[in-house]
């Protein structure tokens, strides 16, 4: 059991990594001169895309055994979020999430069978990235991630 929960906070911290579903860019409408409505796409800022190194922190265990993680993800230019992360006792977590225009993060992290672990929400901006994590087993904390 305390595998299975530290494993799900290191998938929290991905979050950034991560979590339910990525996949989507930032998408708005515009009015081109034909009166028709065009989409146009957003993109992550260049500087922001690439290659992160997550660490996870507990600072709530609502009882329960809690632990961190480490791992990293890869945030592509069209704000999707995917990577791993690796508990204290070796379990492996996805990770996959969107960064929003304002630079906000969500996501979720997943065990290898698919199964939603966790969920975290952020921010990134100057290379780094920071938020909150929570878990099905009722852990919390905080996550921090630094672009390599």
Same mark, same amino acid.
């Given at each position: ?48 895309? !690439? ?11 609502? !009882? ?14 069209? !704000? ?23 630079? #906000? ?19 990134? #901006? #100057? ?22």
């Amino acid at each position: 059991m305390n595998k299975l929960k530290l494993t799900t906070l290191t998938l929290s911290v991905l979050l950034l990594t991560a979590c339910g579903g990525g996949g989507s860019s930032d998408k708005t409408d515009s009015e081109s001169d034909s009166g028709t409505a065009a989409e146009t796409t957003t993109s992550t800022p260049a500087n922001l895309s !690439g290659k992160y190194t997550v660490v996870v922190t507990p600072s709530s265990s609502a !009882g329960n055994d809690c632990g961190g993680a480490v791992g990293s993800y890869d945030l592509a230019s069209n !704000g999707d979020i995917t990577g791993t992360v690796t508990d204290s006792s070796g379990t492996v977590f996805t990770v996959s999430g969107d960064r929003e225009t304002n630079g #906000d993060v969500t996501g979720g992290f997943a065990f290898s069978n698919g199964q939603k672990s966790a969920d975290f929400t952020g921010t990134i #901006d #100057d290379n780094a990235a920071r938020g909150i994590w929570n878990d099905i087993y009722g852990c919390s904390g905080n996550w921090v991630a630094t672009k390599q």
